[in-house]
């Protein structure tokens, strides 16, 4: 089971980046997907999840209004689409797939049994 991250890289402030998380080895349409990111020398941060069922996407406070999850279960894919980028969002991107998380736990990282290999996304200023 293996899940690949991609599409991060070296934006200005402002700009958009759109982030795809491909999983491969077993279906992923039962799973709970989250994007998780991380600084160097800093606890994984959650960003976003979202559940089986494609309910509305639970998102950091941060990124609000910003950003938007979506799935493809037909695909095996989840998306991040980041609009108007901060450097604060200058991180690791990580996607993240668990099939028995419960609702309360969607935002921590060590609930989650599959992980990505990270995604580089810089914001300049």
């Known amino acids: 089971v293996q899940l690949q991250a991609c599409g991060g890289g070296l934006v200005q402030a402002g700009a958009s980046l759109r982030l795809s998380c491909a999983a491969s080895?077993?279906?992923?349409?039962?799973?709970?997907l989250a994007w998780f990111r991380q600084n160097q020398g800093q606890e994984r941060e959650f960003v976003a999840a979202i559940r089986p069922t494609n309910s509305n996407p639970i998102y950091e406070d941060s990124v609000k209004g910003r950003f938007t999850m979506s799935r493809d279960n037909a695909k095996n894919a989840v998306y991040l689409q980041m609009d108007s980028l901060k450097p604060d969002d200058t991180a690791l991107y990580y996607c993240a797939a668990d099939f028995r998380i419960i609702l309360s736990s969607v935002r921590q990282a060590d609930q989650y049994d599959y992980w990505g290999q990270g995604t580089q996304v810089t914001v300049s200023s």
């Open positions: 080895g077993r279906s992923f349409s039962r799973a709970t």
